[in-house]
């Protein structure tokens, strides 16, 4: 298992019950064929450029275990998720 790090910005138009339960999802996606091993929510940050007319974004941190076809998996998902304006995956053990 690699450690992988998950970074998405949420629309910040959305109630927090949406926000909360995008959250989980991504969890969820995660946990079924990894683990998650911490949950940083960073809240509602001003965006460095405005994306699709928005100035600001709801911001979470996952930090995960998984195999390697996992953030394929999961990066597939976010993309058609219209709640997530943006996402980055980050594989930690690369140096």
Known sequence: ????????????????????????TVQSIIA????????DVWGMRKLAYPINKKEEGYY????????ATLPYELDRKLKISDNVIRHIIINNDAN
Request: glycine residues 2%; aromatic residues 8%; without cysteine.
């Open 1 to 24: 298992m690699r450690n992988y790090e998950v970074m998405f910005v949420i629309d910040s138009a959305l109630e927090e019950a949406v926000k909360d339960a995008t959250v989980e």
């Open 32 to 39: 079924a064929d990894g683990e998650v091993v911490k949950t």
């Open 60 to 67: 979470v941190v996952i930090e995960f275990k998984a195999n």
